[in-house]
Nanobody, 123 residues
Framework: VQLQASGGGLVQAGGSLRLSCAAS?????MGWFRQAPGKDREFVAA????????YYASSVRGRFTISRDKAKNTVYLQMNSLKPEDTGVYHC????????????????????WGQGTQVTVSS
């Protein structure tokens, strides 16, 4: 599965951005991870394709919303109330099978990764 992410950019704190990631093949779940300079990659949000069940990192719950369009094979990440600590390269990933929701927070759950899109939140 090939993934194409888009939608990153520069925004002021408190602003919003929407990321998109289109998958070229069948997916059973998609997730977003981010990596800030000098830090490890961290889980942000994931969605199970079959029932749109969603799972969020505690740091973004209530501010970010993940959704999917099955017809377009695309996942979206609506990011509101952005904070400077949300800055990083956001990568989307595709899972090869259906899991319990919590498992989508783990990088090994995915076998395909997109190239990443930069999100910068200024204070």
């Amino acid at each position: 599965v090939q993934l194409q992410a888009s939608g990153g950019g520069l925004v002021q704190a408190g602003g919003s951005l929407r990321l998109s990631c289109a998958a070229s093949g069948r997916t059973y779940g998609m997730g977003w991870f981010r990596q800030a300079p000098g830090k490890d990659r961290e889980f942000v949000a994931a969605i199970r394709w079959a029932d749109a069940g969603a799972y969020y990192a505690s740091s973004v719950r209530g501010r970010f919303t993940i959704s999917r369009d099955k017809a377009k094979n695309t996942v979206y990440l609506q990011m509101n109330s952005l904070k400077p600590e949300d800055t990083g390269v956001y990568h989307c990933a595709s899972a090869p099978r259906t899991y319990n929701l919590g498992h989508y927070s783990s990088s090994p759950a995915y076998d395909s990764w997109g190239q990443g899109t930069q999100v910068t939140v200024s204070s």
